[in-house]
């Protein structure tokens, strides 16, 4: 019988079986790993490469696929001074190997029958976990679940799954709520404000709103949610990146 | 460095919710259960007591550290001085709900803080300001963020992230990072 506690501290062996780009930062990698048994939307991994001479990094990363999909897949975002995520975007291809932990988290997550709608708030990539939850709530509600993701990005350009999350919008699978933000310096992540907050909140009674983002995004996420309303207990937040 | 870390220069924000913003007037700190004596300080009373600037290392389970990170505040070993623990734990509790639980004997001896100022100026609320737990030996979510006060009590009760997949203990010399997280 396997014994969950250990399964949670081991590395398992992971090749990439499968490699696409998102956006011109960003690509997603199908994995496929020894001993995996499945995950819950939300989750994150933890990612160890290894090089040549034995030089090890480790980072994390949310789960981009439904655990219903029996796939795994992770959507990395380059960072410019990165030292793992420029190799996961420009450098893996299919047959690379790497080690995964996990997977991690038991919080800022959503399962099928959890109760209210899905409310997700993202801010650049951010929008992974909680794609992974509105793909888990398409795969395995159909329409039983009213899911909203208000997502703001940078530019159009930089908004990940854009064509997937259309055409479920269009499909009236979700409501799909994207802004952008024009500011040149590029000093804020995203600008959502009350009335799209408020257009995310319509008619609902919010049991759990999930935020994720650069801790400035969820910050200033959180700050709406809770004038709009919303019970701090309610928002869910995870947070990616430095202080502001 | 802990096996399985590396070192950054900024300071990563990681919470499970909204920031809490407690006014001083209304801020306070205790010391309560399975103890002797109860103890309760406002923020003037904190703010009296003697302080310590602390450096150290800190270590987070999402794989970042941070060396050399400089506090200043009071030592726990200063607020249970006089205090007969009944107990063998403690529970940190936390303005917006958090909680996180430790051994007394990882709290005493000069291991751990309850700090209000981080490099000099005051512990910004992101960083869990007015005041935040500090225990730089074990990974950082034990440094309780807007920390109320310390519950001594008898049997190990799990916190927040140990009761969401992570490890009871959290010692990143021996990468104690998660528990049963499958459910």
């Not at chain 1, 994150?44 to 980072?59: E, H, K, P, S, W």
């Not at chain 1, 000093?187 to 935020?211: C, T, W, Y």
């Not at chain 2, 004997?105 to 300001?129: I, N, Q």
Request: hydrophobic share 40%; aromatic share 8%; glycine share 12%.
């Amino acid at each position: 019988m396997s014994d969950p506690v250990a399964a949670a501290h081991d590395w398992r062996p992971a090749r990439v079986v499968e490699r696409r780009d998102e956006t011109p930062r960003a690509a997603t990698l199908r994995l496929a790993v020894d001993g995996w048994r499945g995950h819950v939307a939300g989750q994150r991994v933890d990612v160890r490469l290894t090089a040549d001479d034995g030089y090890q990094a480790t980072r994390q990363y949310s789960i981009a696929s439904a655990p219903s999909s029996g796939a795994l897949e992770l959507t990395v975002e380059r960072l410019d001074d990165g030292e793992v995520s420029p190799y996961l975007v420009d450098v893996a291809e299919v047959g690379d190997a790497m080690d995964i932990r996990g997977p991690i988290g038991g919080w800022f997550t959503w399962r099928p029958g959890d109760p209210g709608p899905l409310l997700l708030v993202g801010g650049g990539s951010g929008i992974v976990p909680l794609m992974a939850m509105a793909r888990e709530a398409v795969l395995s509600g159909g329409d039983a679940v009213d899911v909203r993701l208000l997502v703001s990005t940078r530019t159009p350009a930089d908004l990940l799954y854009a064509s997937e999350l259309e055409a479920l919008h269009d499909a009236r699978r979700i409501t799909l709520l994207h802004t952008v933000t024009r500011d040149p310096t590029g000093a804020r992540s995203g600008r959502i404000d009350a009335q799209l907050v408020g257009e995310l909140l319509r008619g609902v009674a919010p049991e759990a709103v999930f935020a994720c983002g650069s801790t400035g995004f969820v910050e200033a996420a959180s700050d709406l949610l809770l004038a709009a309303g919303v019970p701090a207990g309610v928002i869910r937040t995870e947070r990616f990146g430095p202080s502001a | 460095m802990p096996p399985g870390q590396h070192l950054v220069n900024d300071f990563p924000v990681l919470t499970f919710g909204p920031t809490p913003r407690s006014p001083l007037d209304q801020w306070s700190f205790s010391i309560d259960g399975a103890v002797s004596e109860g103890r309760r300080w406002t923020w003037q009373e904190f703010r009296s007591l003697p302080r310590e600037h602390i450096r150290r290392d800190i270590h987070c389970v999402t794989t970042w550290s941070k060396l050399d990170t400089q506090w200043s505040g009071v030592s726990v070993d200063t607020l249970l001085d006089g205090i007969e623990p009944g107990g063998a734990f403690v529970t940190a509790w936390c303005d917006g709900g958090y909680t996180t639980n430790l051994p007394l004997a990882d709290v005493t001896g000069g291991k751990a803080w309850v700090v209000d100022e981080y490099e000099g100026a005051s512990l910004a609320p992101e960083h869990g300001g007015p005041a935040r737990l500090l225990v730089p030996h074990l990974y950082f979510w034990k440094s309780a963020k807007w920390v109320r006060g310390l519950t001594v009590t008898v049997v190990d009760e799990p916190g927040f992230w140990e009761q969401n997949g992570y490890h009871d203990r959290g010692d990143p010399w021996k990468e104690e990072r998660y528990g049963a997280t499958f459910r």
